[in-house]
């Protein structure tokens, strides 16, 4: 089944400064790549995502790139703030067969210092 | 327009006893998903219906069953708890099957005395 890798587990920047999360997928047939933040005591939220047939998708601080040949996705937050403290998980899905369901990342403790 | 709604929040069972969650879908969504969220897996994927059909089931014991209702809203069992079961599960849905976005509720989280 596919695996997701994902790095750092905890990533502290001051505020104003970027950060940026990556992962990496096993199964190359792995064509959706949402990302998620939660905060405490809530659920996952969907943040951005983009599919395989896109390198780049921007909405506005947020950005993930994807390159499909090394298997890996990146998030950048621009111009963070103290709001943007969150934990972050990647996903990659695979759409074969009867499989919908996603394949999590084990998540990123971000904490936007002020 | 609502979000997806999980209850209940927070429940306490102990050893042995079963658990039943409830989890209303955004209006209009057709597919439900479950996945459990422990410190130690992080998100797992249980199982996932759509048209009151089971359509695809993670790795997980058949003590952990599902059900869909015609109005799309889904209930999840876990029979016979064992401490390990405590978690916080997590409904999400999504308008079809092939749209990709899941959107989650705010979860129901279980402890296992």
């Known amino acids: 089944g596919e695996n997701v890798e994902q790095h750092p587990s905890t990533l502290s920047v001051q505020e104003g400064d970027s950060a940026v999360i990556k992962c990496t997928y096993s199964d190359s047939a792995s064509n959706y790549f949402p990302w998620y933040k939660q905060e ?11 599919r395989s047939n ?28 103290p709001e943007d403290s969150a934990v972050y998980f990647c996903a990659a899905r695979i759409s074969s067969g009867s499989a919908r369901q996603l394949t999590f990342g084990s998540g990123t403790q971000l904490t936007v210092l002020p | 327009k609502a979000g997806v ?52 089931k993670g790795n997980f014991p058949g003590r952990f069953s599902g059900r869909q209702f015609s109005n799309s809203r889904s209930e999840m069992n876990v029979s016979t708890l064992e401490l390990g079961d405590s978690a916080l599960y997590l409904c999400a849905s999504s308008l079809a099957r092939e749209t990709g976005e899941l959107f989650f509720g705010e979860g129901s989280r279980l402890t296992v005395l």
């Open chain 1, 54 to 81: 896109v390198g780049e998708k921007k909405d506005q601080r947020i950005a993930v790139t994807l390159n499909k040949t090394a298997k890996h996705f990146s998030l950048h937050i621009t111009e963070t703030q």
């Open chain 2, 5 to 56: 709604t999980q209850t209940p929040r927070y429940l306490i069972k102990t050893r042995g006893q079963q658990v039943t969650l409830s989890c209303s879908p955004i209006s209009g969504h057709r597919s439900v998903s479950w996945y459990q969220q422990t410190p130690g897996q992080g998100l797992q994927f249980l199982f996932e219906y759509f048209s009151e059909t089971q359509r695809n």
């Open chain 1, 40 to 50: 405490l005591g809530k659920g996952p939220q969907l943040i951005i995502d983009i």
